[in-house]
C-alpha cells in the first residue's frame, strides 16, 4: 500500500488493472497541498477518494504535448509504482532510470494500471494487448479502452 494512504488516509480505494487513474493536486489548509492518484472521474469532484497503488504496479503514463515538452518525455511511457522505504517515498521509476515522485507529475496527468502485483492474472490481459499492439502500431491510433474492449 502507498505511504500516503497507510499515514493520512481513513477510506482509500486499491488500484486495479485496467483502471485510468489521473493526478491531482489536494489541498487540506492554506499551507498543506499533495498530489493524489485518484479516479479519472474525480479529477474535478470536490472530494475525490484518493486511490492506493500497490508496489511494483506497472503504469502506462499519457503525457500531453505540454507535458511532453516540460518532461522531456514520450507521449506514452510505462513507469513502475515503487514504496521506497529510506526515506518513505512514493515514486514512479521509467524504463531510463529516471525517478519521479507525485510531487513531480503534472496535476492532471492521466495513466493507466497495466499491472498489479498479486493479480497478474488478470493483468495479463492487458500485457498481452500492449504486445499486439506494438507490432500493430501502423499509423493506427486508438484509445487504450478501444484496444482493450476489443480484444473481449
Known sequence: MCWFS???EKHVEQAKAG?????RTISRSTNWHANWVVNESEL???????????DQTRVLFRFSESHQMLLHIDPEVEATFKM????????????DGRRMTLTDLPTGLIFDVLVVPGS???????EEKLA?????????KETF????????
Open 6 to 8: 497507510v499515514e493520512y
Open 19 to 23: 483502471q485510468r487513474l489521473g493526478i
Open 44 to 54: 474535478e469532484s470536490a472530494k475525490p477518494c484518493p486511490v492506493c497503488l500497490t
Open 84 to 95: 521506497l522505504k529510506c526515506p518513505k517515498r512514493d515514486i514512479f521509476e521509467f524504463a
Open 120 to 126: 497478474e492474472r488478470f493483468s495479463a490481459v492487458f
Open 132 to 140: 499486439v499492439e506494438d507490432k500493430e502500431r501502423a499509423g493506427q
Open 145 to 152: 479502452l478501444e484496444r482493450v474492449l476489443a480484444h473481449f
